[in-house]
């Protein structure tokens, strides 16, 4: 079992940057592979970044690379979201999620969601 707890999120002006955090526990956590997804308000839930449970097979949205950089902390037990150059449309709920070896842009392949954490980009 994986616990997931997100944390970071806030109201920024275009421009600006926010890190998100996303806090793991459980007996296999260094193991997971971790994602970042995001809903916006009358959108579907989309794919943002993954990263391997090793820290490698990275992956990012279109709309995301080159502003934003997914990394583990050297403990294995958080994962975090890097977000520069933001603009309103980066506005969404931002939500964690685990799977044991899956890194990619599924959703429905993540066993485990954190319960997300609001980003406001204001123009």
């Known amino acids: 079992q994986v616990q997931l707890v997100e944390s970071g999120g806030g109201l920024v002006q275009a421009g600006g940057s926010l890190r998100l955090s996303c806090a793991a526990s459980g007996r296999t956590f260094s193991s997971y592979a971790m994602g970042w997804f995001r809903q916006a308000p009358g959108k579907e839930r989309e794919f943002v970044s993954a990263?391997?449970?090793?820290?490698?097979?990275?992956n990012y949205a279109d709309s995301v690379k080159g502003r934003f950089t997914i990394s583990r902390g050297s403990a294995k037990n958080t994962v975090y979201l890097q977000m520069n150059s933001l603009t309103p449309d980066d506005t969404a709920v931002y939500y964690c999620?685990?799977?044991?070896?899956?890194?990619?842009?599924?959703?429905?392949?993540?066993?485990?969601w954190g319960q997300g954490t609001q980003v406001t980009v204001s123009s």
């Open positions: 999620a685990s799977h044991p070896v899956y890194s990619g842009r599924d959703a429905s392949r993540y066993d485990y």
């Open positions: 990263i391997g449970w090793s820290g490698g097979n990275i």
